[in-house]
């Protein structure tokens, strides 16, 4: 990495979640709902006169704080390709979801420098109402781009995606892949210096995951800084100059991607043969 600024700069990430501790009526359908709201004075009345204590005829979780993520600090320079892993549910997406500022952390910070694309999931930022030419012009806007420079991009951005035939077709009828592969492609096409990217291979055909892995190599050629997360270790390996291994919501290891792949898999073996 080189000596200038880093572009991502984490320090004392956390993020916290209170889990349970309230009663469980989600699943009670309305029709129960509504009986006890009606019912809940006169049976506060009952209680009072008959002077007995009250009782609750639904489940109550007992509540408790979890941490998603904890004391997770690292940099990421320049056109530098960092790769996350993990086991599911080791804070991975959550991080991402830290840096995109989809949430807030709990405590420590994240500095981004300069501005971010992130696809965490098939048709995030989509809206299922517009073509997808919409979305993309969408995208751009929402990422500061003048109308002029979206439409300069709009062509490759269709091409790439190879959803032409539908792309004046509303979003909520493309297939999984279909949005997949258009997010992909305005992620990967429009005017920004950080991408982070979850799990974008996926879902999709061989042939589309390769010139994937070809594009973010030539975005990291141009400067552009790239966090991935995937379970595709060995895409990983080729993509990445650096990775990181999460584990339980903190940084285990932070090192070159074949080392920390390998701790990994070792852990993953030893998880498996207990």
């Given at each position: 990495m080189s000596s200038e600024q880093p572009m991502i700069e984490v320090e004392g990430l956390g993020k916290c979640y209170w889990v349970g501790g309230h009663p469980l009526i989600d699943n009670m359908g309305m029709h129960a709902l509504l009986e006890r709201v009606f019912r809940a004075p006169?049976?506060?009345?009952?209680?009072?006169?008959?002077?007995?204590?009250?009782?609750?005829?639904?489940?109550?979780?007992?509540?408790h704080m979890r941490w998603a993520i904890r004391e997770v600090s690292f940099s990421v320079g320049r056109g530098e390709v960092l790769g996350i892993v993990g086991h599911n549910g080791a804070g991975k997406?959550?991080?991402?979801?830290?840096?995109?500022?989809i949430t807030q952390p709990t405590e420590g910070f994240a500095r981004l420098h300069g501005r971010v694309s992130s696809m965490l999931e098939a048709g995030t930022g989509f809206h299922g109402e517009l073509t997808g030419r919409e979305?993309?012009?969408?995208?751009?806007?929402?990422?500061?781009?003048?109308?002029a420079e979206i439409e300069a991009r709009m062509d490759?951005?269709?091409?790439?995606?190879?959803v032409e035939e539908y792309i004046d077709t509303p979003v909520k009828r493309y297939s999984t892949g279909m949005v997949l592969r258009l997010g992909f492609s305005v992620s990967a096409h429009l005017d920004t210096e950080i991408m982070l990217i979850d799990e974008v291979l996926a879902v999709g055909?061989?042939?589309?995951?390769?010139?994937?892995?070809?594009?973010?190599?030539?975005?990291?050629?141009?400067?552009?800084?790239?966090?991935?997360?995937?379970h595709d270790l060995e895409v990983l390996q080729k993509i990445s100059d650096r990775a990181i291994?999460?584990?339980?919501?903190?940084?285990?290891?932070?090192?070159?991607?074949?080392?920390?792949?390998a701790e990994h898999l070792?852990?993953?073996?030893?998880?498996?043969?207990?």
């Open positions: 006169v049976n506060l009345i009952t209680d009072r006169f008959l002077k007995r204590e009250p009782t609750c005829h639904y489940p109550v979780g007992k509540g997406s959550v991080l991402l979801k830290l840096l995109s500022r979305n993309i012009r969408l995208s751009g806007a929402i990422l500061g781009m003048t109308r490759e951005i269709i091409s790439f995606s190879e055909d061989q042939r589309f995951k390769q010139r994937c892995i070809e594009k973010m190599r030539g975005v990291a050629r141009s400067g552009r800084t790239v966090l991935f997360v995937s291994l999460i584990r339980n919501g903190r940084v285990e290891m932070d090192g070159a991607p074949d080392q920390v792949v070792a852990t993953a073996t030893g998880m498996n043969s207990g």
